[in-house]
Nanobody, 120 residues
Framework: QVQLVESGGDLVQPGGSLRLSCAASGSIFSIYTMGWYRQAPGKQRELVASITSGSSTNYANSVKGRFTTSRDNAKNTLYLQMNSLRPEGTAVYYC??????????????WGQGTQVTVSS
């Protein structure tokens, strides 16, 4: 059993900053690519940023230069630093991870989501 738990969502004014965290726990053997997705009301879930086990990163064009993702492999934790937030960034942010569990099987896991609201 593996769990991903996000934290850090909040209400923030336009131009403000937030840092999201995603902690993975359970029967983990290895964590491969991790990523952040978001889903705004009435819209499809979209990729925000991803990071490989070797720390190569990829970002959606809409957040390049403003968001930074990183990971602490020793803590099995993923981060998303969000700067210069815009109202269109309002969404539920989800953590995703590709994890090989101790039995040897690899699965995709999702967190429960954390709400980010950008509004004055």
């Amino acid at each position: 059993q593996v769990q991903l738990v996000e934290s850090g969502g909040d209400l923030v004014q336009p131009g403000g900053s937030l840092r999201l965290s995603c902690a993975a726990s359970g029967s983990i053997f290895s964590i491969y690519t991790m990523g952040w997705y978001r889903q705004a009301p009435g819209k499809q879930r979209e990729l925000v940023a991803s990071i490989t086990s070797g720390s190569s990163t990829n970002y959606a064009n809409s957040v390049k230069g403003r968001f930074t993702t990183s990971r602490d492999n020793a803590k099995n934790t993923l981060y998303l630093q969000m700067n210069s937030l815009r109202p269109e960034g309002t969404a539920v942010y989800y953590c995703n991870a590709v994890i090989r569990v101790v039995t040897g099987t690899t699965y995709h896991y999702w967190g429960q989501g954390t709400q980010v609201t950008v509004s004055s």
